[in-house]
């Protein structure tokens, strides 16, 4: 019953705003202490999807499903492969290799802002998707390779040393013995990488300077005028189709996010 009560404190904010979304516009703070609407009104939901500038709420839409595929199915190779070569590969300095990547996890993303910014604008990057998405194709993300090569440490070496009595090179061993393995681990880090790619504003603030490329998450502040008026009606109804992906997401991957999570030794 704790866990029930502690719980539904932790929702109703969400609740809440779902509600909102439903109300005129011009009640939702009049009637804040109000949950259920006395009137339901799908009048937010059709000025949120307008958008702004000609630009409809589909195209942000768009844009955060765009950046969070690409991102994730970068993450999602690249630590695999980083993560197999530190689980089973033997090189030199390959522990040094590996502190250094766990170090790195530990370096608030915000020392990075300047460095990255700096690199990017050199490349010519900036004003575009590419830096919310190419990087991630090189392992920049060590909890996704330290979640994998946990997992791929608990897949028996025998598999590996029979394939390789059968003439199987690393590479092989890989795609035909762990990969297929891997499933739980691959979709854990999925389900995580989506999210936060999906979720992920500061990134945009950043780098993207152009209202047609908005994701979600930046498109959500254009509702909110200091200057001007407020739309939170509007801001609310969309807020509350945002989390529409990542809500299916995990209640379609729920079982395997857990197998993957206890199978890769991050369990609390």
């Given at each position: 019953?704790?866990?029930?009560?502690?719980?539904?404190?932790?929702?109703?904010?969400?609740?809440?705003?779902?509600?909102?979304?439903?109300?005129?516009?011009?009640?939702?703070?009049?009637?804040?202490?109000?949950?259920?609407?006395?009137?339901?009104?799908?009048?937010?939901?059709?000025?949120?999807?307008?958008?702004?500038?000609?630009?409809?709420?589909?195209?942000?839409?768009?844009?955060?499903?765009?950046?969070?595929?690409?991102?994730?199915?970068?993450?999602?190779?690249?630590?695999?492969?980083?993560?197999?070569?530190?689980?089973?590969?033997?090189?030199?300095?390959?522990a040094l290799l590996f502190a250094a990547m766990l170090a790195s996890m530990m370096l608030p993303g915000q020392i990075l802002m300047v460095p990255q910014y700096l690199w990017y604008r050199k490349l010519g990057w900036v004003g575009g998707f590419a830096?919310?998405?190419?990087?991630?194709?090189?392992?920049?993300?060590?909890?996704?390779?330290?979640?994998?090569?946990?997992?791929?440490?608990?897949?028996?070496?025998?598999?590996?040393?029979?394939?390789?009595?059968?003439?199987?090179?690393?590479?092989?061993?890989?795609?035909?013995?762990?990969?297929?393995?891997?499933?739980?681990?691959?979709?854990?880090?999925?389900?995580?990488?989506?999210?936060?790619?999906?979720?992920?504003?500061?990134?945009?603030?950043?780098?993207?300077?152009?209202?047609?490329?908005?994701?979600?998450?930046?498109?959500?502040?254009?509702?909110?005028?200091?200057?001007?008026?407020?739309?939170?009606?509007?801001?609310?109804?969309?807020?509350?189709?945002?989390?529409?992906?990542?809500?299916?997401?995990?209640?379609?991957?729920?079982?395997?996010l857990v197998e993957g999570i206890a199978s890769s030794g991050i369990k609390g």
């Amino acid at each position: 019953m704790l866990v029930f009560s502690f719980g539904m404190l932790m929702l109703y904010p969400l609740f809440w705003m779902l509600m909102s979304s439903f109300k005129d516009s011009n009640t939702i703070f009049t009637t804040a202490g109000q949950l259920i609407p006395r009137t339901f009104t799908l009048e937010n939901y059709v000025n949120g999807w307008r958008g702004f500038g000609n630009v409809s709420f589909r195209t942000f839409f768009g844009n955060s499903l765009f950046i969070a595929f690409f991102a994730t199915a970068g993450t999602l190779i690249s630590s695999a492969l980083v993560a197999y070569s530190f689980a089973r590969c033997e090189f030199k300095g390959s522990a040094l290799l590996f502190a250094a990547m766990l170090a790195s996890m530990m370096l608030p993303g915000q020392i990075l802002m300047v460095p990255q910014y700096l690199w990017y604008r050199k490349l010519g990057w900036v004003g575009g998707f590419a830096p919310l998405i190419v990087p991630y194709w090189f392992a920049i993300q060590g909890f996704f390779v330290y979640l994998m090569r946990n997992f791929i440490d608990g897949i028996p070496k025998d598999l590996d040393e029979a394939a390789q009595i059968d003439g199987c090179s690393y590479y092989a061993i890989f795609t035909r013995i762990i990969l297929p393995l891997m499933r739980p681990a691959f979709v854990t880090s999925g389900i995580f990488s989506f999210i936060w790619r999906w979720d992920d504003f500061m990134s945009a603030l950043l780098y993207i300077n152009k209202t047609a490329l908005y994701p979600v998450a930046l498109a959500l502040k254009l509702f909110a005028d200091p200057s001007s008026s407020s739309d939170y009606g509007a801001m609310f109804a969309m807020a509350a189709l945002s989390l529409v992906p990542v809500v299916l997401i995990f209640f379609v991957f729920q079982r395997q996010l857990v197998e993957g999570i206890a199978s890769s030794g991050i369990k609390g």
